[in-house]
């Protein structure tokens, strides 16, 4: 004969205003491990059992909010800091847009994880080997008894003194329930060997699929159909041309949009100064988009101020300055023929600078000139 | 069972002292009102447009929640029945209100000036609806419908008090579903004439529920207020229990969150589509001083109400109720002068928000008006429907 | 007196006072037996509908999108239309089981458990149809935020990407909602099981499993009540938010017809009209077939109706409220949208929607109409077609015609697009009667504990002392 730990004993009951005499009962004779199982809950039990309010409501607030700062915090920093967009031209930091995802991240994560709360610190579950599972008293509660259960490490636990107790509420049925050996030896589910295995083994296979899936299955057919496609693309190889490029220049004489041919000769100086003439008037924006396109396009030889001793520092000669007298008796039409089809070391700016950019340098560098060169009636 | 001889309800009569407090309070904000109007008639217009909008708001919302505890059948909220009843009783008071503002539409409204009309196509367009007649048409047909409807649905309740025939209850419940519709009509109306065309060019459909959510909020918190009041000093039932309270409790948290999100929907669509004819009314209210105010809305009326009534045993404290009441009642006239004195300010040279003694008559008059509408109604009646059949079952109620 | 009874006493929840146990045998019945005739013929005409969807499927995969008919102009149709569909439907069973609860209808619990299954495989319809119009779902991982070689971020501003976080959080929530309420109803059919067979071994191991090792402890039940609480408080705004963000897909824009304020509250009150109307089909079929009349009773069908006509009237106010201010706002664009819904070459589809929103559902005025069965089946089918109809009207006529006549074009489906429709119906209904053969329908433990009986009697007045 083993020798079998008692558990708790057990009564049941039919009704459901006995189990809350029953309850009251039990609190008043001093027992403090006890339990009552109901096939649902019955209002008034929590009160009569004395069980204290659940904190899950505190869970889920804090579970909520921490939620909501994540969600927040997350938004920031992507749609702000690392990777910022302007999308339709609305801020970069957009909180109104940014209160749907951050409402439902805080339904998530309040709800899923006050639920696990609950089932792992207040249930401690999964648990099936309870001493209470398959027994006849489990039956009668799940159906439609109500069972008291008095556990034995009661401090006032004494097994005849609480059978006579069960009797005396008038409890049926009364059972000693014992503890199935293999249930006592509950240790901890973590450490046992199956349960590593177990874990280990779903890792492997989980990440064995992914990168299966993505590294190998996306790169087959048919997920590789838009990778690969019938056309060519313009870096690539291909048998199709003798010259193997798929890249193909433009029929002989295609012209760009808006191309003007530019009559004058690269030498034929005296004609260009003497029949091109300014289109543009001194206005603040003209000599503000001269200046923008004289800094970027101009300054790295001429210097901001135009004197040629720019930031290259003569690692390409430098030229000479543009407040030279000579330089200054320019006619506009020459500089605006220098600009469009360089001189010696100054590459041509055509293809970089539209007609009426050149000519806003061309007011700027005028600015600039008379800048160094200012006269007593500018002040007026 | 000795239960059945209860005595479920005394009466108590509201001490005269009362009546006479509420009397000096609305005669404060009488003379306030009329000292307004004699100095700036124009800023003095648009508080009284705010003052007739939340009363009205109130009243309606109170008729609304009598109609609704018909429909669902709600068992708790019938020994606060009465108390709705009589704040129910103010939108007798409206078309006084009114007067003034109809015999001088074209101060605050600027769809009737002829060259605003010759200028702007889009306001022009609206000339069908937004016109004098069919304002004032409209305005007295909205007073009609919703007298009859006090009629039938409060005027037969006080007579259920001595008959105690119970096919008052049967009827009514027909007469508020048909009520229903009627009323989503009416107040959808009233807060377009009254609130929506201050600014005729701006548009949006959701204000009519916009509205119907703050003036339920407001009327049910006036009514927590009221009712938790008079329990507390014993002119309604000593049966009532915390499990009452924590219906309104929980009633003023469903609709504050309501409120904001009805809210938060139409400023969202119109910041994200971004189109002129929309953002111009959030414009308004953005710029200047209004930002601060517009902010202020936000916290006063949605994240202060939020967390004092989410935990569940705030929403059943008797104390703390009565307080959140007052602040949540108080909101919505936040609420209020933030929609309308935006389009008053528009017509200042600073635009910037303004709070004097003209801003300070409105919450006086209302409160005067509330108070002595209660007091004289509720003179010699009972302050609980106690021909009502279910006024038993509705005091067993626990949760 | 009999004159105040039916005003003062509500019928109850459960007809007649079975006794529990019965109650426990009349619901765990179909698990144990073997399907009928009427269950094969049934769910071999699901499968046929699902088989319909899947060849359309694969040819979809193996042509792509474009075997659909979407195109210039119209570039969302049968797609968006089905999934905001399915979606409306999910949000019945939400209602049902968590916004009714708060409000603490008793006569919810015959329905809960069924409405939250339908929630579940409701939503995961619709979600298939988001995850396939994308082209290439096998791409669809981008949708979330994920650290990745590209250092990309999904665009948190868009409500497309709301959508996905919304439908996601939705189907967790519900399942998990659903779950912990089947919990101790698995522990019942655990309990049940008489270890004689390797059929019941099985059974018993994954209904333990199932279980958790539910006790019916009362200390459990007391946390289990707060987290219900919680997870209903939670669940409410959670189904208001879900639907809104479907309608913010349409009303951030600036198309006439899909931007206007009043979206987000429309969507919600027709979600719940549809839903609810697919909930009364198949309940009335679930009652009659497995004999659970005593449990799911006429008065909650009642109950249903009565807030069908409500959510009914509120998307004819939004309808009316639309057109009003598509007047009031004076813009051409707006008040021609509307025009042409009403009188353009798709006013056959806007016609459909009218009388079967607008009109059917008025019939409900009528208490005699209420509680007549087949005819409120057949109201609820005319509102699941207005429904659909509805959210066509709104994302194909909207689309068809918008700002720029040369841009004007007729959308017409093609056979692809009706065979994920039906597929759809049988993806929905097949799993739904398995779910019926496999769990309980209606939830045991709910239904107990709202049994005539089955709590301590009231003490009357005044039994909790007021401060």
């Not at chain 1, 057990?10 to 096939?39: C, M, Q, R, S, W």
């Not at chain 2, 009221?226 to 219906?247: Q, V």
């Amino acid at each position: 004969m083993e020798r079998k730990i008692l558990h708790s004993v057990t009564g049941l009951f039919n009704t459901p205003d006995e189990i809350i005499k029953a309850a009251k009962e039990v609190n008043k004779a001093g027992y403090k491990k006890f339990d009552i199982h109901t096939p649902y809950p019955v209002h008034g039990l929590e009160k009569a059992m004395k069980l204290q309010r659940s904190p899950l409501g505190y869970f889920a607030f804090v579970l909520g909010a921490t939620g909501a700062a994540l969600a927040l915090f997350f938004m920031w920093w992507t749609m702000s800091v690392a990777y910022p967009n302007n999308i339709g031209g609305k801020p970069f930091f957009s909180l109104p847009a940014f209160i749907p995802v951050t409402f439902e991240v805080t339904v998530l994560l309040a709800s899923v994880g006050t639920v696990i709360s609950m089932i792992v610190i207040f249930f401690k579950f999964p648990n099936n080997s309870h001493p209470l599972h398959d027994t006849d008293y489990m039956k009668a509660v799940s159906t439609d008894k109500y069972g008291l259960c008095i556990e034995s490490n009661d401090p006032n636990f004494n097994l005849e003194k609480v059978k006579n107790f069960f009797s005396s509420i008038g409890a049926y049925n009364i059972t000693e329930i014992y503890w199935d050996n293999e249930e006592l030896n509950t240790k901890k589910v973590i450490f046992e060997p199956k349960f590593v295995i177990g874990l280990i083994s779903i890792a492997i296979i989980t990440s064995g699929i992914t990168y299966y899936l993505l590294n190998k299955l996306m790169f087959m057919e048919p997920f590789s159909w838009m990778m690969k496609q019938q056309k060519l693309s313009a870096q690539a190889m291909t048998t199709f041309f003798q010259d193997g490029f798929s890249m193909r220049e433009p029929v002989v004489g295609t012209v760009a949009r808006g191309f003007k041919p530019y009559p004058y000769p690269a030498d034929s100086v005296i004609l260009a100064e003497n029949n091109l003439i300014n289109p543009l008037e001194y206005t603040e924006e003209n000599l503000n988009a001269g200046k923008a396109k004289y800094n970027t396009f101009c300054s790295p030889c001429h210097d901001y101020h135009g004197t040629g001793q720019a930031r290259l520092n003569g690692q390409f000669p430098n030229p000479p300055s543009l407040h030279s007298d000579r330089a200054r008796n320019w006619k506009d039409g020459h500089i605006y023929h220098v600009i469009t089809m360089g001189q010696n070391t100054m590459p041509a700016y055509n293809k970089q600078l539209s007609e009426k950019e050149r000519w806003q340098i061309v007011l700027y560098v005028r600015a600039l000139q008379r800048a160094l060169n200012a006269k007593e009636e500018d002040l007026q | 069972m000795s239960q059945d001889n209860l005595v479920l309800y005394e009466k108590k009569e509201l001490p005269g002292k009362l009546t006479i407090i509420g009397l000096a309070i609305l005669i404060l904000g009488i003379i306030l009102t009329v000292l307004a109007f004699s100095t700036d008639t124009l800023r003095a217009s648009y508080n009284l447009i705010l003052s007739l909008t939340w009363i009205y708001g109130i009243g309606l919302g109170a008729l609304f929640l009598v109609a609704l505890e018909y429909i669902v059948g709600a068992d708790w909220s019938v020994p606060f029945r009465r108390v709705t009843e009589i704040v129910a009783t103010l939108i007798f008071v409206v078309p006084i209100l009114s007067i003034p503002l109809l015999l001088n539409l074209d101060t605050v409204f600027v769809w009737l000036n002829p060259e605003l009309l010759k200028a702007d196509k889009y306001i022009a367009g609206k000339v069908p609806y937004l016109n004098q007649d069919f304002f004032v048409i409209r305005t007295i047909a909205i007073f009609i419908i919703m007298f009859i409807f006090y009629y039938l649905l409060v005027g037969r309740s006080f007579k259920q008090d001595k008959t105690k025939n119970p096919n008052i209850n049967r009827l009514s419940v027909k007469l508020s579903a048909l009520f229903m519709p009627i009323f989503a009509i009416c107040i959808t109306v009233i807060s377009i004439d009254w609130l929506m065309s201050l600014e005729p060019k701006w548009f949006s459909t959701i204000f009519g529920v916009y509205y119907f959510a703050g003036s339920v909020l407001a009327a049910l918190s006036l009514i927590t207020f009221i009712s938790i009041l008079l329990a507390e000093n014993g002119y309604l039932s000593k049966y009532l229990t915390e499990d009452h309270y924590y219906n309104f409790g929980a009633l003023m948290f469903a609709f504050t969150n309501f409120w904001a999100y009805i809210a938060f929907s139409q400023f969202m669509l119109i910041w994200y589509a971004n189109i002129p004819d929309e953002t111009l009314w959030y414009m308004t209210r953005g710029n200047e001083g209004w930002f601060a105010v517009s902010i202020g809305l936000i916290i006063v009326k949605f994240a202060i109400p939020y967390l004092a009534l989410v935990t569940r045993p705030s929403k059943s404290n008797q104390f703390r109720l009565k307080i959140i009441a007052v602040w949540v009642f108080l909101a919505h006239y936040y609420d209020l002068y933030w929609i309308v004195m935006p389009e008053y300010t528009r017509k200042t040279a600073e635009h910037t928000p303004v709070y004097s003694w003209f801003e300070l008559s409105v919450p006086i008059l209302v409160i005067g008006l509330i108070w002595v509408v209660f007091t004289f109604v509720g003179k010699n009646k009972n302050l609980m429907p106690i021909g009502d059949p279910k006024f038993r079952k509705g005091l067993e109620f626990h949760l | 007196m009999s004159t105040t009874t039916d005003i003062v006493y509500e019928p109850s929840v459960i007809e007649g006072k079975p006794a529990l146990a019965k109650v426990d045998a009349d619901i765990i019945k179909p698990m144990n037996e073997l399907p009928n005739k009427k269950f094969l013929i049934a769910i071999s005409f699901t499968l046929t509908l699902l088989l319909i969807g899947a060849a359309s499927l694969a040819y979809t995969f193996y042509r792509g999108v474009g075997v659909w008919g979407n195109n210039n102009p119209v570039g969302w149709a049968f797609d968006i239309v089905n999934f905001v569909f399915w979606v409306g439907i999910g949000h019945a069973g939400t209602l049902i089981s968590a916004i009714l609860f708060l409000f603490r209808q008793k006569w919810r619990t015959g329905i809960a458990r069924f409405a939250e299954a339908m929630t579940i495989f409701a939503v995961m319809t619709a979600g298939l149809f988001p995850a396939l119009h994308t082209g290439r779902p096998w791409l669809d991982g981008y949708l979330l935020p994920y650290p990745n070689q590209h250092s990309l971020w999904v665009n948190f501003t868009s409500p497309l990407l709301w959508d996905v976080f919304a439908v996601s959080t939705y189907f967790t929530v519900s399942l998990i909602f659903w779950y912990i309420g089947l919990v101790p109803d698995f522990a019942t059919m655990r309990d049940k099981i008489v270890n004689n067979s390797v059929v019941n071994k099985i059974k018993k191991t994954i209904y333990s499993v199932l279980s958790l090792g539910w006790r019916f402890s009362n200390r459990h039940w007391s946390h289990y009540e707060m987290m219900y609480l919680v997870l209903a408080g939670f669940a409410t705004p959670l189904v208001l938010s879900v639907h809104t963000i479907v309608s913010f897909d349409f009303a951030v824009s600036i198309l006439p017809g899909w931007h206007t304020t009043i979206f987000p509250p429309y969507f919600v009150a027709g979600a719940v009209f549809s839903g609810f109307a697919m909930v009364q089909n198949a309940l009335i079929i679930i009652r009659k077939v497995y004999d659970l009349e005593y449990i799911i009773t006429l008065d909650t069908l009642e109950k249903m109706n009565k807030i069908i006509i409500v959510t009914g009237m509120m998307v004819g106010y939004a309808y009316a409220m639309e057109f009003f201010i598509a007047w009031y706002s004076g813009h051409d664009a707006e008040l021609f949208a509307f025009i042409n819904r009403a009188f353009g070459p798709y006013a056959w589809s806007y016609w459909i929607m009218v009388s079967c929103n607008v009109i059917s559902p008025q019939f409900f005025w009528f208490k005699k109409l209420r509680r007549n069965i087949p005819f409120m089946f057949i109201i609820a089918v005319f509102v699941n077609v207005g429904m659909w109809f509805e959210r066509f009207v709104i994302t194909v006529t909207s689309l068809s015609r918008d700002f720029l006549p040369t841009n004007w074009d007729y959308y017409v489906p093609t056979i692809f697009d009706f065979g994920l429709l039906l597929g759809s119906f049988g993806f929905f209904f097949t799993l739904l009667l398995i779910f019926t053969r496999t769990m309980p329908v209606v939830s045991i433990a709910e239904v107990k504990a709202v049994a005539e009986g089955s709590q301590p009697a009231h003490h009357g007045l005044g039994h909790k002392e007021a401060h």
